[in-house]
């Protein structure tokens, strides 16, 4: 195939990938004024904010996995396979190493910060059904539901239903109140697991009963393929864990105690848990939030050993680009939208919401991998397509206004409706996303072509910018939290400020150093004696 010149460069795509990285600093600025899932609830929410964030969450990382498959195949072409395993090893597994070691620590300490100061504030926020039920506060839950809070919805955190709170912290009454108000004793929490599970993992043995009684299904099982009763097999290592992050407090004696009782309703025998060392390191491989906001440095990873074995059969295989009508034009929507539908149908069960899925655990689920490499495979055949007119998002004045203002919208709408038109609202993602990632590439192409040294400086700093952000972005919302001030003010601030320092941070402390060799390779400082 006829590749352009070794020198030359996609500034458009160079500045889009900035562009990304960037925008995910916002993103998780604007997280603590949604009201939603997130370290710090700001005193100042805004619906707007909700609209915005799920607006740039609905494309923004699939658009970074398709640029990523296209530079990846670009270095591929140019200096062959070997480069790029060497290449990601240096600027991909390296900063993510690192980064575990040193930045996600420290967000995670700062993320435990804001939960215990945020502990008091919520007792003096908003009561929520599902912190009534983990409590047992019977008249609370009463008039929550008198209110219409829904029975069955799974709090948008942890993604449990109040009647597995009630049934794991062992409020037997509450049980009682919510079966007679409506509550689904088959509902599953996102793990796919039921209240009976939760009941009979922590031995709540009355509560079983009640749950046998209305209608719960000891047969059915969780992601895990667990029933009921193989929950009771869990050794304590395992229980220990899973109530920690539960935060339900648990007595060895009394749960073992308790779970005899259960396996003999459940129909197995009494005999105590045996220690499964196998379960508990499956859990800490799947489950553990070992990489957070530098998850996807990880699943670039994965992206980069399937591309090498991909690249080494066409290599042998003599394999060619498929014709670029597949892959620039329109009809690349017939294979793409049913293929990534494919994935995206996993996603959002247990809670909706639009965009895609994430993952910061070792071994990540495998319709994410899915999902994301599609898009990396994408970007890749892009790569080989030579689209040098400009032909994938050519009509970007007219695709980004209808994501934006017709698809989006509705898909927003149908996402948050009635489940049975879950698998509607999953399409209306889907083309939301493919038609918001080739506007932006159209658009940056047609601004962005030429290089500007102002974005080159700024493509150049973001991936710090971005590895590094998520501690400041915290420690700068729990600073204005309590503000009297109006979110969107406090938003612009948040942003001001961790930008700034970012970029300080950058020019002084990474640029000229070994981690700005690492990041993107060696700088050199522009002295009056190399200029004259």
């Known amino acids: 195939m006829e590749l352009p010149p070794a020198s030359s460069r996609r500034h458009d795509l160079d500045a889009l990938r900035a562009f990304a990285m960037l925008l995910g600093i916002a993103l998780h600025a604007a997280l603590s004024f949604t009201g939603g899932p997130w370290m710090v609830q700001d005193s100042q929410t805004s619906r707007v904010f909700q609209i915005l964030t799920s607006a740039v969450h609905g494309f923004r990382m699939p658009l970074f996995f398709v640029l990523s498959g296209f530079f990846t195949a670009m270095l591929w072409r140019r200096r062959g396979l070997r480069a790029v395993i060497e290449h990601r090893l240096r600027r991909v597994f390296l900063p993510l ?14 993320g435990a910060v804001a939960a215990g100061s945020g502990e008091s504030r919520a007792e003096k926020g908003p009561p929520t059904l599902w912190k009534a039920c983990a409590v047992g506060d019977h008249d609370l839950v009463r008039r929550l539901l008198d209110d219409g809070t829904d029975v069955n919805a799974p709090d948008p955190v942890l993604g449990v239903t109040p009647l597995s709170y009630a049934a794991m912290f062992g409020r037997d009454e509450v049980v009682k109140l919510l079966v007679q108000r409506g509550a689904d004793a088959k509902r599953t929490n996102r793990d796919g697991g039921t209240a009976l599970h939760g009941a009979a993992f922590l031995g709540r043995a009355s509560i079983v009963r009640e749950l046998l009684k209305v209608g719960a299904d000891a047969k059915m099982k969780n992601e895990r393929g667990e029933t009921a009763l193989d929950a009771t097999l869990a050794d304590w290592g395992v229980t220990q864990f899973i109530a920690r992050i539960m935060k339900v407090p648990v007595e060895r004696e009394v749960l073992m105690q308790g779970r005899s009782e259960v396996r003999e309703m459940l129909g197995g025998d009494a005999k105590e848990a045996r220690p499964r060392p196998v379960l508990a390191i499956w859990l800490f491989l799947t489950q553990m939030p070992i990489f957070s906001h530098l998850w996807f440095l990880w699943f670039l990873c994965w992206m980069v050993a399937g591309f090498s074995m991909c690249a080494w059969i066409a290599n042998r295989i003599g394999w060619k680009p498929a014709p670029r009508r597949w892959v620039t034009s329109p009809l690349s929507g017939l294979w793409l939208v049913p293929l990534t539908l494919i994935p995206a149908w996993c996603m959002g069960r247990a809670m909706p919401n639009f965009g895609p899925d994430t993952s910061s655990s070792i071994l990540p689920p495998l319709h994410l991998l899915a999902y994301y490499a599609l898009f990396f495979g994408y970007g890749a055949l892009y790569f080989d397509s030579q689209d040098h007119e400009g032909r994938l998002g050519r009509r970007w004045w007219l695709i980004w206004p209808l994501a934006l203002l017709v698809v989006y919208p509705a898909g927003l709408s149908l996402t948050y409706g009635s489940a049975k038109l879950r698998g509607m609202a999953i399409l209306l993602q889907v083309i939301y996303v493919w038609m918001m990632s080739a506007a932006m590439m159209g658009l940056f192409r047609r601004f962005v072509s030429q290089e500007r040294p102002w974005i080159r400086y700024l493509s150049d700093a973001s991936y710090w910018m971005y590895l590094a ?24 601030l948040v942003c001001g400020a961790v930008f700034a320092l970012l970029l300080v941070s950058y020019e002084y402390l990474v640029r000229y150093t070994w981690i700005g060799a690492l990041l993107n390779g060696r700088k050199h400082r522009h002295t009056l004696a190399t200029q004259t």
């Open 469 to 492: 952000h998520l501690p400041l972005v915290i420690a700068a919302q729990l600073w204005v939290r309590d503000w009297p001030l109006a979110a969107a003010w406090k938003f612009l």
């Open 97 to 110: 190493l690192l980064g575990t070691l040193t930045i996600v620590p420290v967000m995670f300490w700062l």
